[in-house]
């Protein structure tokens, strides 16, 4: 993307360009350079080279549906008028219909956007606009094409055949009742296509938030199986780990920055916006309704932790490895004691899956030789017990004389003692963090459960975050204080021979 495109803020999840079929995406992108006297950006020539590729073999569309996920003010609305002016210019008599959050919202837009920007351009002259109520559409004058509106019903799309379909703000739409209006209407035409456009929703964004997930479904099966359907996907998006306020995460998720939009304009918008709304517009982000605060997270006391400059003392620690619920993400976390009478604590690894879990670890162990390896036997991550033992990292064989790299195994009641250790030492400023984003992301998101007298991380209740880096970090935390014995009687072994 970046040596064709220039593009260097690349999608989380998107369908790559296909180089053995041809694409209308270059008459797509002269387009828009007439529609708004400006070249297309990076990210929406990409976005239209892939959408709009043809079929060799029989000359149609290569895809059927096309999502388009983006934070606000990204030039969205200019990828898909380009895409309807488009189509109105370069085929006979085709019907292209587009929708917004509801009919009066499609009606503003058609009229104060997107005949505004037609009226100002190059293009002018080349369509005849009809405004009578209910019958709305702008008609391409060499090919009697038009582009109209419709509301958000079951209704929606009845009538004629269907050409193009296109569904903007799909966030304020509850259930799939326009999509599922339109898409009769295109079965007998063979170069139909449907788009649906929109930045991130809330929990009752019901049609968006299914679409995105069947998107990043599709991307994610295709790259591994390499057969790719006729669905376009595209979604930029930070994920809940990254902090708000980097603009690194901004250049992560949104592709119009340093073009249209700058840093300035976004921390402005972020000094003036609730947080959770300003995620989810510029982020990409569902809004999700807030819990109280738990009382047992020392989120604030957590900032004041971190000492980028810190580093492990490698001779005093312990790792510790913990797997998510539903087992898509593994992390290895450790602690270190360090001279001061401090932890350093530190993610050290942190990736999609479980089956790359045993063999990191038998490398770091072998890296580092830990003073534990702690891994929760309750937990997700206890499943893993018999890959580690493959890799000879097990149980001491002597409780009462463990070795370097030996597993230290919490069972219940340890839990609620590491769970106390970690809140008890963030509080007092005994430990040290560097501020990786995923631990201190999952710190943010978390919540506890009650645990007997006492309490516990809770992985299902954790606001949809990953906190696997932060029970890993505990355990870890915990592991140390155990076996810093270890480290001690190899010290005096050392000085007595010395």
Same mark, same amino acid.
């Given at each position: 993307?970046?040596?064709?495109?220039?593009?260097?803020?690349?999608?989380?999840?998107?369908?790559?360009?296909?180089?053995?079929?041809?694409?209308?995406?270059?008459?797509?992108?002269?387009?828009?350079?007439?529609?708004?006297?400006?070249?297309?950006?990076?990210?929406?020539?990409?976005?239209?080279?892939?959408?709009?590729?043809?079929?060799?073999?029989?000359?149609?569309?290569?895809?059927?549906?096309?999502?388009?996920?983006?934070?606000?003010?990204?030039?969205?609305?200019?990828?898909?008028?380009?895409?309807?002016?488009?189509?109105?210019?370069?085929?006979?008599?085709?019907?292209?219909?587009?929708?917004?959050?509801?009919?009066?919202?499609?009606?503003?837009?058609?009229?104060?956007?997107?005949?505004?920007?037609?009226?100002?351009?190059?293009?002018?002259?080349?369509?005849?606009?009809?405004?009578?109520?209910?019958?709305?559409?702008?008609?391409?004058?060499?090919?009697?094409?038009?582009?109209?509106?419709?509301?958000?019903?079951?209704?929606?799309?009845?009538?004629?055949?269907?050409?193009?379909?296109?569904?903007?703000?799909?966030?304020?739409?509850?259930?799939?009742?326009?999509?599922?209006?339109?898409?009769?209407?295109?079965?007998?035409?063979?170069?139909?296509?449907?788009?649906?456009?929109?930045?991130?929703?809330?929990?009752?964004?019901?049609?968006?938030?299914?679409?995105?997930?069947?998107?990043?479904?599709?991307?994610?099966?295709?790259?591994?199986?390499?057969?790719?359907?006729?669905?376009?996907?595209?979604?930029?998006?930070?994920?809940?780990?990254?902090?708000?306020?980097?603009?690194?995460?901004?250049?992560?998720?949104?592709?119009?920055?340093?073009?249209?939009?700058?840093?300035?304009?976004?921390?402005?918008?972020?000094?003036?916006?609730?947080?959770?709304?300003?995620?989810?517009?510029?982020?990409?982000?569902?809004?999700?309704?807030?819990?109280?605060?738990?009382?047992?997270?020392?989120?604030?006391?957590?900032?004041?932790?971190?000492?980028?400059?810190? %580093? /492990?003392? $490698? *001779? !005093?620690? +312990?790792?510790?490895?913990?797997? &998510?619920?539903?087992? @898509?993400? #593994?992390?290895?976390? =450790?602690?270190?004691?360090?001279?001061?009478?401090?932890?350093?604590?530190?993610?050290?690894?942190?990736?999609?899956?479980?089956?790359?879990?045993?063999?990191?670890?038998?490398?770091?162990?072998?890296?580092?030789?830990?003073?534990?390896?702690?891994?929760?036997?309750?937990?997700?991550?206890?499943?893993?017990?018999?890959?580690?033992?493959?890799?000879?990292?097990?149980?001491?064989?002597?409780?009462?004389?463990?070795?370097?790299?030996?597993?230290?195994?919490?069972?219940?009641?340890?839990?609620?003692?590491?769970?106390?250790?970690?809140?008890?030492?963030?509080?007092?400023?005994?430990?040290?963090?560097?501020?990786?984003?995923?631990?201190?992301?999952?710190?943010?998101?978390?919540?506890? %459960? /009650?645990? $007997? *007298? !006492?309490? +516990?991380?809770?992985?299902?209740? &954790?606001?949809?975050? @990953?906190? #696997?880096?932060?029970? =890993?970090?505990?355990?870890?935390?915990?592991?140390?204080?155990?076996?810093?014995?270890?480290?001690?009687?190899?010290?005096?072994?050392?000085?007595?021979?010395?």
């Amino acid at each position: 993307m970046r040596e064709t495109y220039g593009l260097t803020c690349v999608p989380r999840w998107g369908t790559p360009r296909n180089w053995s079929r041809p694409t209308l995406g270059g008459k797509a992108a002269r387009v828009m350079t007439a529609l708004v006297g400006a070249e297309p950006m990076p990210w929406q020539r990409y976005v239209l080279d892939v959408a709009l590729e043809i079929e060799p073999d029989t000359g149609r569309l290569a895809y059927r549906k096309v999502g388009l996920s983006v934070p606000r003010q990204q030039g969205k609305t200019e990828t898909v008028l380009t895409v309807m002016v488009h189509r109105i210019m370069a085929w006979q008599a085709q019907n292209v219909s587009y929708t917004a959050q509801t009919r009066i919202d499609a009606r503003k837009r058609w009229e104060d956007e997107f005949l505004a920007k037609l009226d100002v351009s190059k293009l002018k002259g080349k369509y005849h606009p009809r405004k009578t109520t209910g019958n709305e559409a702008i008609i391409w004058k060499s090919t009697r094409s038009r582009l109209g509106i419709t509301s958000t019903t079951e209704k929606a799309g009845h009538g004629p055949p269907l050409d193009l379909g296109v569904i903007d703000e799909a966030f304020a739409h509850k259930d799939d009742r326009v999509e599922q209006a339109m898409s009769p209407a295109m079965l007998t035409r063979g170069n139909a296509q449907m788009w649906w456009a929109s930045a991130g929703g809330t929990e009752q964004s019901v049609f968006l938030n299914e679409k995105r997930k069947a998107g990043r479904e599709i991307i994610e099966r295709a790259w591994l199986t390499g057969e790719w359907p006729a669905v376009a996907y595209f979604e930029w998006y930070a994920p809940d780990e990254l902090p708000r306020d980097d603009p690194d995460t901004w250049a992560t998720c949104m592709p119009a920055l340093g073009y249209t939009v700058t840093p300035s304009i976004i921390r402005t918008e972020l000094e003036s916006m609730d947080e959770s709304e300003f995620d989810r517009a510029y982020l990409n982000r569902t809004k999700t309704a807030r819990p109280p605060l738990d009382p047992n997270v020392p989120r604030e006391e957590w900032k004041t932790c971190a000492r980028l400059d810190s %580093r /492990p003392d $490698t *001779d !005093a620690l +312990a790792l510790a490895v913990e797997v &998510s619920t539903l087992r @898509d993400w #593994s992390s290895i976390s =450790a602690a270190s004691a360090l001279p001061d009478g401090t932890a350093h604590i530190e993610l050290i690894d942190r990736r999609p899956g479980t089956d790359w879990v045993a063999p990191a670890l038998a490398r770091l162990r072998e890296i580092w030789s830990p003073l534990a390896v702690a891994i929760d036997s309750k937990g997700p991550v206890a499943s893993l017990m018999g890959e580690l033992a493959g890799y000879g990292i097990t149980p001491p064989e002597d409780p009462d004389r463990p070795v370097r790299g030996d597993l230290a195994v919490l069972r219940t009641p340890d839990v609620a003692v590491a769970c106390g250790q970690m809140a008890d030492a963030i509080r007092r400023g005994t430990i040290v963090h560097i501020d990786q984003p995923p631990l201190t992301g999952a710190i943010n998101g978390a919540r506890t %459960r /009650p645990l $007997t *007298d !006492a309490w +516990a991380w809770s992985r299902s209740r &954790s606001d949809s975050v @990953d906190i #696997s880096p932060l029970v =890993a970090a505990t355990n870890a935390l915990w592991a140390l204080r155990l076996r810093l014995d270890v480290a001690q009687a190899d010290y005096n072994v050392l000085d007595s021979v010395l």
